[in-house]
């Protein structure tokens, strides 16, 4: 199975991953700025399945990391990964973002058998959700995701680029400091969920706030 995996849910990344290559991995790119994602997004995909040798009609499904994350940026991603799903006639599958970096924990040497992971969620808060992992199996979502100040996570080790920026109020741990959800990670992560036959999600977003923008009411009159 080739995935194209896509995630703006932080910054802007795309990965093809594939059951059929020993590292999975064909091809990814991810930018640093968290900004730019609609400018970068669409001709960071042409030039990944360009590199690849592969077209759109190649990719057997889409998966779209769906947050959570700020409104601008993830949809960015999720637009992108319902255009291409419609115009290349794909299956179409959404991942929650925070999951792509619990299975780099989980595959890292000393993972906690349960923790965090965080990310910036803007407004002095952090989107977070609790992972469990033992050695047979994917990390497993216990609970999230949520939105809330780091102040008020469970005392676990916190991974993630949320727990680098509030070090002094939890438990982070130090080389996944600035680590962002990421497509390769999430395709990886979809692929393996797929191949053991579990349910993914549909593509609709995490937002887990309301919009700041408001539908203007009725203008009032003069007089």
């Known amino acids: 199975m080739l995935i194209l995996a896509i995630d703006t849910s932080a ?124 050695d047979a199996q994917l990390p497993h979502l216990a609970d999230g995701p949520h939105v809330g100040f780091a102040a008020d996570l469970p005392e676990l080790p916190v991974y993630g680029a949320g727990a680098g920026m509030y070090s002094d109020v939890v438990k982070a741990v130090a080389e996944f400091s600035t680590r962002q959800p990421e497509a390769l990670s999430l395709g990886q992560f979809a692929l393996a969920r797929l191949e053991a036959g579990e349910q993914l999600l549909d593509s609709t977003p995490l937002y887990l706030r309301e919009s700041d923008a408001q539908v203007p009411g009725p203008r009032k009159r003069a007089l």
């Not at 400018?39 to 990719?59: M, R």
Request: aromatic share 8%; glycine share 8%; no cysteine.
């Open 11 to 134: 910054v802007a990344s795309a990965a093809l991953v594939s059951d059929e290559t020993p590292e999975s991995v064909l091809a990814s790119f991810a930018t640093e700025d968290t900004r730019t994602h609609a400018e970068v997004l669409a001709p960071g995909i042409d030039a990944l399945l360009a590199d690849a040798g592969v077209s759109g009609h190649d990719v057997d499904a889409i998966v779209t990391g769906v947050g959570p994350g700020p409104f601008t940026g993830l949809r960015s991603g999720i637009v992108t990964a319902r255009t291409l799903a419609f115009v290349w006639n794909k299956p179409l599958y959404g991942v929650m973002s925070l999951d792509a970096i619990a299975l780099e924990v989980a595959e890292s040497t000393d993972s906690a058998a349960e923790f965090i992971v965080a990310t910036d969620a803007r407004r002095k808060e952090v989107y977070w959700a609790r992972y469990t992992f033992s």
